[in-house]
């Protein structure tokens, strides 16, 4: 009887994973950009990118407004979201364990009472980021 043994050393491999769970932040990285434009695609679709289109504004708000969309008078949440560092109000937190990127836009608790500015984006754009991000901790 022939006998067939594989070996394969995983150690090696094992290290460089448990090394890149230490710090996360260049695994999340990339998120930040995906965050970025999904908020894009929350305020080009008034809401709807996120399962619930926003409510139409009322006449005489539009009346009141330089833009007539929802959540957009002057463009400066929907640039603090959408655009890294648009304004003074951008917010990104890239850690060795978490990212989080938002605005710091006082508007913001505001509109986001009124309308859901963040959605929910769905389970296929959820789980295309979780396996990006799997590729990134696991590439060679």
């Keep these: 009887m022939t006998g067939v043994s594989i070996r394969e050393n995983v150690t ?7 090394d890149r769970l230490r710090d996360l932040a260049p695994v999340l990285a990339p998120l930040v950009d995906e965050l970025h434009d999904y908020f894009g695609e929350q305020f080009a679709t008034a809401g709807a990118a996120g399962g619930s289109p926003w409510a139409p504004l009322a006449l005489a708000t539009v009346l009141g407004k330089a833009d007539p969309r929802p959540l957009i008078n002057r463009g400066t949440l929907e ?8 304004t003074p109000f951008s917010y990104v937190d890239l850690g060795p364990s978490h990212v989080a990127v938002g605005t710091t836009d006082p508007k913001a608790l ?3 009472a009124k309308r859901d500015i963040v959605g929910d984006p769905g389970e296929r754009r959820v789980e295309r980021w979780a396996d990006a991000l799997a590729d990134k901790l696991l590439e060679g």
């Excluded at 090696?12 to 448990?18: A, H, I, K, Q, T």
């Excluded at 640039?79 to 648009?86: F, H, I, P």
């Design 110 to 112: 505001y509109v986001n």
């Design 12 to 18: 090696p491999y094992l290290r460089v994973v448990g």
């Design 79 to 86: 640039r603090s979201l959408v655009e890294r560092g648009a």
